[in-house]
């Protein structure tokens, strides 16, 4: 059984048997004799017991583990004999290199005797075996994003700056033996001590100037790098856009400007927009000079921006290329106030058309279509361009509305408004004259047509058919299924129920009311019987009350019995048909 001992190694504790005890205390001696003429003596020791330290915390098992001759041997194996490295004060060796267990593992520390700010890239440049230079710009290119910036402060809170000498020996990879670690101490000592024996204070001023002018050239440098090969990614998106504009223009124009000669089959529609009497050629050639030559300039900044010396345009070039443009800019701008003031003004011509049917019939109102423009009496176009049942080129729209009024007079008429644009009245009314529309009446039928037509030389100027079918109080009336794709009267005089097209309409005096629809469909108050819900409310602070839901002459009201045994109350409708509260 063996005497254990506790030691203190480079900060840590360790359990150890009496006999590696003395043989690692012999050990630490023979370093010391073999240190005795070396410079900062005292930090290599420190640093060789901080590697015995590490390497005697890795041999325990647990916390019980005692250290015992085989561990001590293995530790000096890998740190090697004290007399195979003792190096003499003119730096030369000898003896020879002994053996030892070098692993030459790295381990990531940040470098900040060589680092600019937190040392982060030199030691990822120590660990990775690269130029630190490289790292650098990666992080610079990455801080134009958050990513850099996150990254950069996590590895910077996160690695571990290389203190000791044992530490800056791992980071570059280098074994932690006693030879190494008196070099770089020894290293460290003479030339912090080179340093302040041969100082030459002035121009130690002038070297941290320059230095600090070398890295601010350096930092320029590479932001100035950064920023040119972000010109050159930035040059050939706008030379691709540019280009890809440009050839898209000119294929538009190309094929703009030759339907002008040609039956192209959309043509008719341009034309039918264009106000104007301008070609559409010119039109086209314009809107390419407009567009294109500044798309041209934004080319040519992006062949700079990749060919440094590059040429640049002659200024007469520069100049008749901006002349061409602003005319071609400012011939739009004419155009555009030319082709709105084609359409300033708006004609109307009206008539009027009585409905002669007996007072006891009953109305019914459809709107039909001529099969040999659409067979569905649904389908809606704005405006088509077509033929007649005569082989004439005619324009076709469904632009048709349709509002019941009511009047005065003993006799329903109809209204019919045609309606044009113009760039004058005279010119407006003259085109709202050419529409054609028809209606008939067979017996008590009002048949509608739910289009209108209009010549082709009238062009397309918003023309439209606007019907007002005006009834005399007590007219009886039953609106088709298709009066609702067109009716557009007000809500509060007629409401039509779309839930059937058998529903019987009849004028009264203020309002249309349905004579035969649901009850629940009563939200304009124009069914016949319908239900009105009126909200009453009576409120006696005084008392405790009760509420009551009544109905009064189809009138919902509420009444409000108080609690009090001395007062009674009822709701009553008086002789003006007021609902009171009667005590």
Known sequence: MNKTVNINIGGLFFHIDEDAYQKLS??????????????????????????????????????????????????????????????????????SEPFFAATGRKKLYRDKDRGLIGGVCTGLGHYFGVDAVWIKIIFLLLAFTSFGVIAYLILWIATPKAVTTSEKLEMTGEPVTISNIEKKVREEFESVSNKFKNANYDEMGNQVKNGAERVAGGLGDVIMKIFGAFAKVLGAIILVFSAMSLAGLFIGLFTFGTTSFIDAPWQRYVEAV???????????????????????????????????????????????????????????????????????????????????????????????????FSKNVYEHEEFIFTQDSAKNE??????????????????????????????????????????????????NQLLLDNYLLTEMASKFRDQRVELYLYLPKGTVFVADETVQHFDESDNDFFNLHHSSDE?????????????????????????????QTEEINIIDETDSSETVTVKINGKVVTETKSGKKDKKGKLTVGSDGVIIKTE
């Open 274 to 372: 264009n106000y104007t009497d301008i070609p559409l050629w010119a039109f086209g050639l314009l809107a390419f000079l407009a567009i294109g030559i500044p798309l041209f300039f934004f080319l040519l900044l992006g062949l700079k921006l990749l060919v440094s010396n590059m040429k640049s345009l002659g200024a007469a070039v520069k100049y008749s290329l901006l002349a061409i443009w602003i005319f071609a800019v400012g011939s739009l701008v004419v155009i555009g106030i030319k082709q709105s003031t084609e359409s300033a003004f708006e004609g109307k011509v009206v008539t009027k058309e009585t409905i002669n049917i007996q007072p006891t019939d009953t109305l019914k109102i459809k709107f039909v279509s001529n099969d040999f």
């Open 394 to 443: 005619v324009i076709y729209s469904n632009q048709i509305s349709f509002e019941i009024k009511s009047t005065d007079k003993t006799e329903p008429y109809l209204q019919i408004e045609k309606l044009a644009d113009g760039k004058s009245f005279k010119e407006a009314n003259e085109r709202a004259e050419k529409i054609k529309y028809g209606f008939k009446i067979v017996g």
């Open 26 to 95: 012999r050990y630490f001696d023979a370093i010391k004799r073999s240190l005795s003429n070396s410079s900062g003596k005292d930090e290599i020791m420190k640093d060789i017991e901080m590697r015995v330290a590490e390497l005697l915390t890795e041999k325990q098992k647990s916390d019980k583990h005692v250290i015992n001759n085989k561990d001590v041997d293995e530790v000096i194996v890998v740190m090697g004999q004290p007399e195979d490295y003792r190096i003499d004060d003119d730096g030369t060796e000898s003896k």
């Open 503 to 531: 529903y019987i309409y009849k004028v009264d005096e203020n309002k249309v009311k349905c004579l035969n629809c649901p009850a629940d469909e009563n939200e304009y108050n124009d069914v016949e019987g319908g239900v």
